[in-house]
């Protein structure tokens, strides 16, 4: 362990427990408002604990008493909330490779019905089995910007699987539905979570794919009864849903490179709206404007939910406090 850690220990058993806990409710206020990954959480926590301690001895040394040291270490350094802001300034735009590896799913799909390759199941099981292990790698890796793109589409087989159960005869298509919808919530919800400790914006990243790949089900499906007579053949819709993965790609990619917070979620709206007008056009007749109304309210209160989700948490994630630093918060 480093010298300066071994300091900062022996330094907080020096100041006493009442600039522990001035120390500790500031590094509460910034890690529970600290939008970063795992890692780069940890340094960032690691580098302000540092620091404070260094300052307070500095101000001790000055002749102040310890509570004034604590509160004038903190008032110079920020609020927690301008120095958060302006630690995701730096950190929240990612790297053109990031761009181009969030982006890089939906160009799989996008050619996958460019190039009507979806009529292979072969091609359909290597792009679905090469999708859940990059999501794997990634998820192994501490969750890199990149990754939530890919984590999105792993959720594709959960999803295949239920629109199977449609095709089961009446009786046992609703026993398998009562089955199947909790663990399919529970499975989402779980994953979900992990993620908005993060950020919940890196949540409606994941899920951006999911609402299109309903609307174009219903687009292609919904004339003469559900799953019965499809009202578009497929064939001549691939070059749509090939366009809408590409269009999907490119707000994948500007989402990373973005850095503020509105324009990232600018992007992810910009995109969900323009390919819910493209499904529309499309299949115009079909469910007419209130059937589409509707479905484009679910689906971007399904791109928005979490951030419900994330208020209904009340990022639990991020509140661990650092009672014990070398425990519980990784600064030691």
Request: hydrophobic share 50%; charged share 15%.
């Amino acid at each position: 362990m480093p010298s300066s850690v071994w300091f900062g220990v022996f330094l907080g058993w020096v100041i006493g427990e009442e600039m522990s806990t001035e120390l500790d409710r500031y590094l509460d206020g910034v890690r529970a408002r600290l939008r970063l990954g795992s890692s780069a959480k940890r340094g960032v926590i690691r580098e302000i604990y540092t620091h404070l301690q260094d300052r307070v001895e500095e101000l001790r040394e000055g002749g102040l008493s310890e509570e004034e040291a604590g509160e004038a270490a903190t008032r110079c350094l920020g609020s927690p909330e301008l120095v958060c802001h302006e630690i995701y300034q730096v950190y929240s735009q990612g790297s053109w490779r990031q761009a181009l590896l969030a982006a890089l799913p939906h160009s799989l799909f996008a050619m996958l019905f460019a190039l009507h390759w979806w009529q292979n199941i072969a091609w359909l099981s290597i792009l679905l089995a090469s999708i859940l292990g990059v999501t794997a790698y990634g998820w192994r890796r501490g969750k890199p910007d990149w990754l939530f793109p890919w984590l999105g589409y792993s959720l594709v087989p959960v999803i295949i699987a239920g629109a199977f159960l449609l095709y089961l005869p009446t009786g046992w298509s609703w026993l398998a539905i009562i089955a199947y919808l909790p663990l399919a919530l529970w499975l989402l919800l779980s994953i979900a979570r992990q993620t908005i400790e993060r950020d919940w914006l890196y949540g409606s990243l994941m899920l951006l794919p999911i609402p299109i790949m309903a609307i174009w089900v219903l687009a292609l499906e919904w004339e003469n009864g559900f799953l019965t007579s499809p009202r578009l053949p497929l064939l001549d819709a691939a070059p749509w849903i090939a366009l809408s993965f590409l269009t999907l790609a490119i707000a994948a990619a500007t989402f990373v490179r973005l850095r503020q917070r509105w324009l990232k979620t600018g992007a992810l709206l910009t995109a969900e709206i323009l390919l819910l007008i493209m499904a529309a056009l499309l299949s115009k007749d079909g469910i007419g404007f209130l059937g589409w109304l509707i479905l484009a309210s679910l689906s971007l209160g399904f791109l928005l939910s979490p951030a419900l989700l994330e208020r209904r948490l009340g990022r639990e994630g991020n509140k661990d406090g650092f009672e014990d630093y070398s425990q519980r918060s990784g600064v030691i």
